[in-house]
């Protein structure tokens, strides 16, 4: 602070809690919603206050689910959604860090074209080439699995340059000192690479599972079976049905639970969360 | 680059192996794909498939619809990306005054970066329901008519709104962080000489927040281009009357509801270029921000 103005102080403490209040409100709208029965909702509008059946809503959802819309259980899509989002999280950075670790510490024929192809992939996002991609996955026979789920969205090229980042910083007397005792690529790699790169690897992974879980046009495709729906993308299933009968209260349980897990993540990790997030923008 | 190298052919390729794969499998040859059925025209019962050269191309720049599209998408990326900077660098300024409570008040507004673009969808959307929704209500108490399932702009408020306050997060932690960069020391300097803090923002703060400000422009441009499919799908889904058919969208309509290949890869590829300029310059951007 430069100058004592507890005016100014003050009105910036009042902005800041209208701020806050604005940012939250939705959620709190869908919680106290989330906890009424289905003829709350009949009155006209809905109202701010939680009501008695938030234990009733939630379990029933996560047990049982909406079955008008065809949905499973929010429980099982919650556990698709996990699969998908750590398969996403641990696939990125495997191949991620094994393919920066390949072109900062090796010199082989094509190492900048191969730089390229994995560079080009920034500028090709999924929603782009959407159908095409599509059916590239559908000849392989990909369609309702967690393999279609996963494989197609684990390229990284900001993973690599990252990573590529993160090894040229390595000073390279570490790596004179392992060869002089004996160690091979591999081991280096192993003994000295990924434990000097732990917190980067921490913090991309919570930025990675956030991505994952949040995926939607791409489960919404890839799945046409209800056993491999992800919570996010199976909340318009549940939303469509709600025209036919308005079932607001379990609609909005439903979305609560979508964002539990990731929001407690970055609340919980928040140092991590923006250090990875810092970090893959650069 | 590294002095110390590791000698070996094989090994490199071996380490590269998955990720160029996957790169060749899921996106260079969707690409490619995509650029060849742009010059091809498929008949009605799609059996017959003809070059017909740039036409799907000229077809698109002479639709009136794809015309829409394009005014739709840029009115909606400025709008997104004016209202969700705007309202996260007011915040941005004010967290950056506190001491003890920052920590507080940052975790308090970053945990929106981590809703689902699909969720925040819905949650909007639930909000602005004309028949249960509590904005409807209140803005008919103050003589408005909300309904965004037959107005036009009523929809793109509502896409804006929706799409925008996911963003916050994201552009307050990066506004944040170019604030505490900027050193106190010029700031009192303009304090001696008698600068209020509205005029020290102005002529010192963000003029030196101006690299931050410039990354976050594009990186919030590609956002609301190329992220908001979900917002869009869980909402509007491009409605009324193509109101909210952002580019996007219209790929994935024209595509799999509507299956003309054709237009649909010719859209494609314009947006790959759309992209390729985008990432251009933000990279040359990035080049610029370690010599500020």
């Known amino acids: 602070m430069i100058e004592n103005r507890p005016g100014l102080h003050l009105a910036a403490h009042l ?132 393999a279609g789920l996963t494989i197609p969205l684990i390229a990284s090229a900001t993973a690599t340059f990252l990573f590529r980042q993160v090894f040229l910083t390595i000073p390279d007397e570490l790596t004179e000192a392992a060869r002089i005792d004996g160690a091979g690529p591999m081991k280096f790699f192993r003994d000295i690479l990924l434990p000097l790169s732990r917190t980067n690897i921490a913090a991309l992974f919570v930025i990675l599972f956030i991505y994952g879980w949040n995926q939607y046009l791409w489960p919404l495709l890839i799945t046409t079976s209800a056993d491999y729906y992800t919570i996010v993308a199976g909340i318009r299933r549940m939303a469509d049905a709600v025209d036919g009968l308005p079932q607001w209260h379990l609609v909005m349980a439903t979305a609560m639970l979508a964002m539990i897990p990731p929001v407690l993540v970055v609340i919980f990790m928040q140092r991590l969360f923006v250090k990875g997030l810092v970090e893959t923008e650069k | 680059m590294k002095r110390t190298i590791f000698n070996s052919q094989l090994l490199p390729w071996l380490l590269l192996a998955p990720q160029l794969a996957i790169t060749f499998i899921f996106f260079l040859w969707p690409a490619a794909q995509a650029i060849r059925q742009s010059f091809l025209r498929q008949d009605a019962f799609g059996i017959r498939t003809t070059f017909v050269g740039f036409e799907n191309f000229q077809r698109l720049l002479n639709s009136p619809e794809y015309l829409n599209s394009l005014q739709v998408t840029a009115v909606f990326a400025v709008s997104v990306t004016l209202l969700s900077m705007g309202f996260a660098l007011i915040l941005a300024v004010a967290v950056d005054r506190m001491i003890r409570s920052s920590r507080i008040y940052t975790t308090a507004l970053v945990w929106p970066y981590a809703v689902a673009p699909a969720v925040a969808g819905i949650l909007w959307w639930f909000i602005f329901n004309p028949t249960v929704g509590i904005m409807p209500y209140v803005l008919g108490q103050l003589g408005y008519n909300w309904n965004h399932i037959s107005n036009p702009g009523d929809a793109m408020t509502l896409v804006v709104i929706a799409s925008a306050w996911k963003q916050i997060s994201y552009n307050f932690l990066f506004f944040l962080a170019g604030l505490q960069a900027i050193p106190n020391s010029l700031r009192e300097a303009a304090a001696i000489d008698g600068a209020g803090p509205v ?69 494609s590829v314009f947006l790959m270029l759309i992209v390729t300029v985008l990432t251009v310059i933000q990279f040359r951007f990035i080049e610029k921000k370690v010599a500020y």
């Open chain 2, 199 to 267: 005029r020290r923002f102005f002529d010192i703060t963000f003029p030196l927040l101006s690299p931050t400000t410039f990354f976050l422009l594009v990186v919030n441009i590609v956002y609301a281009m190329f992220d908001t499919f979900a917002v869009i799908d869980t909402t509007t889904r491009g409605g009324p009357a193509q109101a909210t058919n952002i580019l996007v969208y219209k790929v994935y309509f024209d595509g799999f509801v509507g299956q003309n290949m054709g237009s649909s890869a010719a859209q």
């Open chain 1, 15 to 146: 902005l800041l809690i209208f701020g806050v209040c604005v940012v939250a409100l939705p959620v709190w709208v869908a919680f106290v919603a989330s906890t009424h029965g289905p003829t709350a909702f009949m009155s006209g509008t809905i109202p701010m206050w939680p009501g008695p059946h938030l234990v009733e809503n939630y379990s029933r959802m996560l047990d049982s689910g909406l079955s008008t819309s065809g949905t499973p259980a929010v429980g099982h899509m919650m556990m698709n959604s996990l699969i998908m989002a750590m398969c996403i999280a641990v696939g990125k950075i495997v191949i991620s860090v094994t393919s920066a670790f390949a072109i900062v510490y090796f010199r082989f024929p094509f190492r900048g074209l191969a730089f390229w192809c994995i560079f080009v992939t920034l500028m090709l996002p999924v929603e782009v080439r959407i159908v095409p991609t599509f059916q590239v996955v559908a000849d392989l026979g990909m369609l309702n699995s967690y």
